[in-house]
T-cell receptor, first 114, second 113 residues
Framework: DTGVSQNPRHKITKRGQNVTFRCDPI?????LYWYRQTLGQGPEFLTY????????KSRLLSDRFSAERPKGSFSTLEIQRTEQGDSAMYLC????????????FGPGTRLTVL | AQTVTQSQPEMSVQEAETVTLSCTYD???????LFWYKQPPSRQMILVIR??????QNATENRFSVNFQKAAKSFSLKISDSQLGDAAMYFC??????????FGTGTKLQVIP
């Protein structure tokens, strides 16, 4: 088990373009979380999945953001019509299914919108 | 909405000494969980210690312990015998059954040799 992986690790895009990030959780983990972290701040919760069901979405997740976990394994986070304010580190975490369970974080995808 | 406040942007400690990082939170829920995470520079965030709100006993993990004061909504982290490898950003976090997770703004810990 190699832990949570995220791809790509870095993404530079121009304003208005669409981007998609992928997260592969630890095998057998039911819960998968997405967070956004800007410089000097703590992670901000975006959304989470229990298997393939998206159970909670933050108000931070505007209509330009969409997340999927089609088969309850890997997840994708897509940002449409990117804006400079979307520049941040996007973190993925997974846990085995209970709210108290330890979240294992991935290395993150750093997005820069020019 | 829940909030988590870390009032110390930066802290420093001499190697082998003890340091305490502060965290306060605000919630109206009675059942929740508190966590301290460590994020080394350019590395992944890892869990340091966690506390269930229904437990009165403070959690400990080797050199790391917490002082959980539920009534005061305070959750501080004590690091004993500080080591160079403890240098990192430390985030306090809150989570409940209906809450995806709220993190504080972090405390940058410097360990001085």
């Amino acid at each position: 088990d190699t832990g949570v992986s995220q791809n790509p690790r870095h993404k530079i895009t121009k304003r208005g373009q669409n981007v998609t990030f992928r997260c592969d959780p630890i095998s057998e983990h039911n819960r998968l979380y997405w967070y956004r972290q800007t410089l000097g701040q703590g992670p901000e919760f975006l959304t989470y999945f229990q298997n393939e069901a998206q159970l909670e979405k933050s108000r931070l997740l505007s209509d330009r953001f969409s997340a999927e976990r089609p088969k309850g394994s890997f997840s994708t986070l897509e940002i449409q019509r990117t804006e400079q304010g979307d520049s941040a580190m996007y973190l993925c975490a997974s846990s085995s299914g209970q709210v108290t369970d330890t979240q294992y974080f991935g290395p993150g995808t750093r997005l820069t919108v020019l | 909405a829940q909030t988590v406040t870390q009032s110390q942007p930066e802290m420093s400690v001499q190697e082998a000494e003890t340091v305490t990082l502060s965290c306060t939170y605000d919630t109206s829920e009675s059942d929740y969980y508190l966590f301290w995470y460590k994020q080394p520079p350019s590395r992944q965030m890892i869990l340091v210690i966690r506390q269930e709100a229904y437990k009165q006993q403070n959690a400990t993990e080797n050199r790391f312990s917490v002082n959980f004061q539920k009534a005061a909504k305070s959750f501080s982290l004590k690091i004993s015998d500080s080591q160079l490898g403890d240098a990192a950003m430390y985030f306090c976090a809150y989570r409940s059954a209906i809450e995806g997770g709220t993190f504080g703004t972090g405390t940058k810990l410097q360990v001085i040799p």
